[in-house]
């Protein structure tokens, strides 16, 4: 291993020691000079880092399956506010601790919508966790039995949005 890649390897810069060399060739085809070459690739580590960061958030929400608003088809739900739901999707809400509460009968896309305003969430870089009621309600009987409840209500006070899917399913009683 050269200095350079030891460097890459200490300062754990992912992106650019598969990128560097062929930045170097376009670079001197365009005539770069050193600070643009530079600059070129910090952008190019710095968007990898934001997607890798993205996809970490995304992999970790514990999303049943990828959905989002834009893949949302409106015309099977007229009444719903589609200008409604893709002001939701800015998050202003998140900001202004609104809770968002989807209401209706099976099969009218209400995880659909809630999956696809936490992927935005994810993509704004805020950490989300998605759960059925019923996974929450046994994720946290089962801390309170081990003798860690309170770091799981910790964990889940550190969350910017937290989806709770399958409400209607729950006994209440």
């Known amino acids: 291993m050269d200095d350079l890649e030891h460097y890459f390897e200490e300062l754990k810069l992912k992106h650019i020691p598969e990128i560097y060399k062929e ?6 085809e ?4 050193y600070t643009e070459y530079l600059s070129n690739l ?11 960061s993205v996809n970490q ?3 970790r929400a ?5 959905k989002t608003i834009d893949g949302y088809d409106f015309t099977c739900q007229p009444e719903l506010n589609e200008k409604l739901i893709r002001n939701l999707n800015t998050l202003e809400y998140l900001d202004k601790a ?4 989807f209401v209706g009968p099976p099969g009218i896309g209400k995880s659909h919508l809630s999956i696809g305003l936490a992927i935005k969430a994810c993509e704004k870089r805020k950490r989300v966790m998605f759960y059925t009621a019923q996974e929450l ?5 089962k801390a309170k039995l081990m003798g860690y409840l309170g770091r799981e ?9 937290l989806v709770l899917d399958e409400l209607g399913y729950m006994d209440l009683t």
């Open 42 to 52: 910090i952008e190019k580590e710095y968007q990898g880092m934001i997607e890798r």
């Open 153 to 161: 209500l910790s964990k889940l006070g550190r969350i910017d949005l």
């Open 62 to 66: 514990g999303f049943p399956c990828i």
């Open 57 to 59: 958030r995304i992999r």
């Open 98 to 101: 609104i809770n968002i509460i």
């Open 23 to 28: 930045e170097a060739k376009i670079a001197a």
């Open 137 to 141: 309600v046994d994720d946290l009987a």
């Open 30 to 33: 365009k005539k770069l000079d």
